[in-house]
């Protein structure tokens, strides 16, 4: 195995070990990413804020509930840029839901959206582990923790369902947001789905390389919730 693809292919612990150290410096993103970002992509929007990557994924989804969508990077020519690297702006941790497609409802292209998905929007380690990658080495500025209307997983944990195989690592990956929301008064489904989200947001800052990257004011992440019926997107917290 070459030098470079030793250095592509570190592994999750590695990268995890030497981001401590090394955020802030540019030495992880420099030597892991290298070729992961083309050339003419590696300052596309190096100098967006946190805030206003933010700003632009809620003005992709209200062109989308305007229904005024403009369909960014879509075309082959930014199938051809990207196909040399990848540099999105944000990240999305959601829900597997087929109805919830985070490029559709933010109105963004190839290449804009780092994406993890997952039944109940939770943080399992290994959707930790992808976003501190996108943060630390692809450099995103934003992590929308992005849970939604009527989400059968909740639903399903709030019921107690008996579920066979490893559904069950789910369900209990809800729970404890869903023991948060009890007290609340309102619609019990939405004030426990909010909850998850809110939940799974403490499990992302708790990461050492996500918070640091939040310290240094390079990295914002916030809750999210999406109304089925409407295609609105709310920043929760």
Do not use: W
Request: proline share 4%; charged share 25%.
């Amino acid at each position: 195995m070459s030098k470079k693809q030793s250095q592509v292919n570190i592994s999750r612990r590695g990268l995890l070990k030497f981001g401590a150290g090394a955020i802030g410096t540019g030495v992880v993103a420099a030597g892991i990413g290298a070729n992961l970002i083309a050339p003419e992509q590696a300052s596309a929007k190096d100098d967006i804020t946190p805030e206003k990557a933010l700003q632009e994924l809620l003005d992709g989804n209200d062109r989308f509930v305007k229904r005024k969508r403009r369909n960014p990077n879509q075309g082959y020519t930014r199938l051809l840029e990207v196909a040399k690297g990848q540099k999105p702006y944000a990240s999305i941790l959601g829900c597997a839901d087929s109805r919830v497609p985070s490029e559709i409802i933010f109105d963004q292209g190839l290449g804009d959206l780092f994406v993890c998905r997952v039944a109940g929007n939770i943080a399992t380690p290994e959707e930790i582990g992808s976003l501190e990658f996108g943060s630390l080495v692809l450099g995103t500025k934003v992590i929308m923790l992005l849970g939604h209307k009527r989400c059968g997983a909740v639903e399903a944990t709030m019921k107690g369902a008996q579920v066979p195989g490893q559904i069950a690592s789910l369900l209990d990956a809800i729970k404890p947001g869903i023991e948060q929301s009890k007290t609340q008064p309102g619609d019990k489904l939405e004030n426990a789905s909010k909850a998850n989200v809110l939940a799974q947001v403490v499990k992302l800052k708790a990461s050492p390389v996500l918070a640091e990257l939040i310290k240094t004011n390079k990295l914002k992440i916030v809750g999210g919730y999406y109304d089925l019926d409407t295609g609105k997107v709310t920043v929760l917290g």
